[in-house]
């Protein structure tokens, strides 16, 4: 019997994610709140649904009873919103049914590492008290098993560093930066809800180039105005994170491995 799979945020990671999954013969229940064409799909049922706080429990209905559950939804930059999406979450945990469900899958992101000058991974210490953090534990609360996967910072398509640091001054030239492609993000994510049953991974591309370096690069390739960078300032608190666990667990080999050469 074919996997059922539900994609809470049908946006910019999660409507290319529902199309691939599809293709690997899932039957996918994707929310409908901003999904892309990418993911039209006969095995794709785009459902119109939105996470809310305090919303009757029969509303999770439509969702909450595919085999794998994926959490693709960020938090919203409004007032209130880290208590919000925080209770969202837990209303998703304890709606989900005893039953049924084999795995969570919560995309979080390498902003739980604290900013110290070192290479970090899985076994690091994170910040307790991050937003991000305070959501992986409440995933991790589940009885159901979870996947937490963190990602580094999302570029691709519309998302390219020229566009925030072209014609600003920018700090941190020589700190290491921490990016992914998103075609590698819904590759690996993909992988994993097939493969990997449980635990914590970072996805992030395994070059870390200086933020300097991968912005003056992106402007110039892009033809933008420049912006200004002051080299002479030493990197505080430049993390590196490796992302090797996943990769070797799943034998990935990154299709964009170097954020020098991302695609424009």
């Known amino acids: 019997m074919k996997k059922t799979i539900s994609i809470y945020g049908g946006g910019w990671v999660g409507a290319p994610l529902a199309f691939k999954l599809a293709l690997a013969d899932?039957?996918?229940?994707?929310?409908?709140?901003?999904v892309h064409a990418q993911a039209a799909h006969p095995k794709i049922k785009v459902l119109d649904f939105r996470a809310e706080p305090d919303m009757p429990a029969e509303n999770w209905t439509s969702m909450i009873y595919s085999e794998v559950q994926i959490w693709a939804i960020p938090p919203r930059r409004k007032k209130n919103s880290e208590e919000t999406y925080l209770s969202i979450l837990q209303a998703w945990v304890d709606n989900l049914p005893t039953s049924g469900v084999k795995k969570l899958i919560f995309l979080?992101?390498?902003s739980v590492y604290s900013n110290v000058s070192d290479t970090?991974?899985?076994?690091?210490?994170?910040n307790e008290d991050s937003l991000m953090a305070k959501a992986e534990a409440i995933v991790?609360?589940?009885?159901?098993?979870?996947?937490i996967l963190r990602l580094a910072g999302l570029?691709?398509?519309?998302?390219?560093?020229?566009?925030?640091?072209?014609?600003?001054?920018?700090?941190?030239?020589?700190?290491?930066?921490?990016?992914?492609?998103?075609?590698?993000?819904v590759a690996l994510v993909a992988l994993a809800a097939e493969k990997i049953e449980s635990g914590i991974y970072n996805i992030v591309a395994p070059i870390h180039p200086t933020k300097g370096e991968v912005g003056e690069n992106d402007i110039e390739r892009r033809g933008l105005p420049a912006g200004y960078w002051d080299y002479s300032v030493t990197c505080?608190?430049?993390?590196?994170?490796?992302?090797?666990?996943?990769?070797?667990e799943l034998n990935y080999e990154?299709?964009?491995?170097?954020?020098?050469?991302?695609p424009i």
């Open 26 to 34: 899932f039957d996918v229940r994707v929310s409908a709140s901003s």
């Open 108 to 110: 979080s992101s390498t």
């Open 120 to 126: 970090v991974d899985e076994n690091s210490a994170i």
């Open 140 to 147: 991790s609360s589940s009885k159901v098993p979870s996947l």
């Open 155 to 185: 570029m691709g398509g519309d998302r390219f560093v020229g566009k925030y640091f072209s014609g600003k001054r920018n700090d941190g030239a020589n700190c290491p930066i921490n990016y992914v492609h998103k075609d590698d993000v």
């Open 236 to 248: 505080l608190g430049g993390k590196v994170v490796n992302g090797d666990k996943i990769c070797d």
């Open 254 to 262: 990154f299709r964009w491995p170097d954020p020098l050469e991302f």
